[in-house]
């Protein structure tokens, strides 16, 4: 997976995010902006999709792209993989949901890893550093 990404430089770009399996690409959308989960990395999208497969049980995007101001808003860090689309942010509603998650995303190669209370915040910004997983205080939305 490339380092950076662009929909303007993706041939293909229009047949990945169309063969979603799971979701809608709206689904992906910051909240400000109609239409910018375009901004999403299409390789993302897809193991995001596969995780859904192999858990077996609907995911519900708490959040995907971010626009700077929308991410500035929601308290998010300036240098957010949500404002580059390579993140998204899942609601989980037990245990065993989030372990299940958990077990699928690190399956197909997911190395950043949020736990809060009521989500989960997976990753792929290789910018980064790998193979972490970090909790998020109490009342921390996703």
Same mark, same amino acid.
């Given at each position: 997976? %490339?380092?950076?990404?662009?929909?303007?430089?993706?041939?293909?770009?229009?047949?990945?995010?169309?063969? &979603?399996?799971?979701?809608?690409?709206?689904?992906?959308?910051?909240?400000?902006?109609?239409?910018?989960?375009?901004?999403?990395?299409?390789?993302?999208?897809?193991?995001?999709?596969?995780?859904?497969? #192999?858990?077996?049980?609907?995911?519900?995007?708490?959040?995907?792209? %971010?626009?700077?101001?929308?991410?500035?808003?929601?308290?998010?860090?300036? *240098?957010?993989?949500?404002?580059?689309? &390579?993140?998204?942010?899942?609601?989980? &509603?037990?245990?065993?949901? %989030?372990? #299940?998650?958990? *077990?699928?995303?690190?399956?197909?190669?997911?190395?950043?890893?949020?736990?809060?209370?009521?989500?989960?915040?997976?990753?792929?910004?290789?910018?980064?550093?790998?193979?972490?997983?970090?909790?998020?205080?109490?009342?921390?939305?996703?």
């Amino acid at each position: 997976m %490339r380092e950076y990404w662009s929909p303007f430089d993706f041939e293909g770009y229009e047949t990945m995010i169309n063969d &979603l399996k799971y979701f809608k690409h709206e689904e992906f959308d910051s909240p400000d902006l109609p239409g910018s989960a375009s901004g999403m990395n299409p390789e993302f999208l897809k193991i995001i999709d596969q995780i859904r497969g #192999k858990c077996g049980f609907p995911l519900h995007i708490n959040s995907g792209f %971010r626009t700077k101001a929308h991410n500035e808003k929601v308290g998010g860090k300036p *240098e957010s993989a949500h404002t580059l689309g &390579l993140a998204c942010d899942i609601l989980v &509603l037990g245990s065993r949901e %989030r372990f #299940k998650i958990i *077990e699928a995303a690190l399956s197909l190669g997911i190395k950043r890893i949020g736990i809060g209370t009521t989500f989960l915040h997976l990753d792929m910004d290789f910018s980064k550093d790998q193979e972490v997983v970090w909790l998020y205080p109490a009342g921390t939305g996703g």
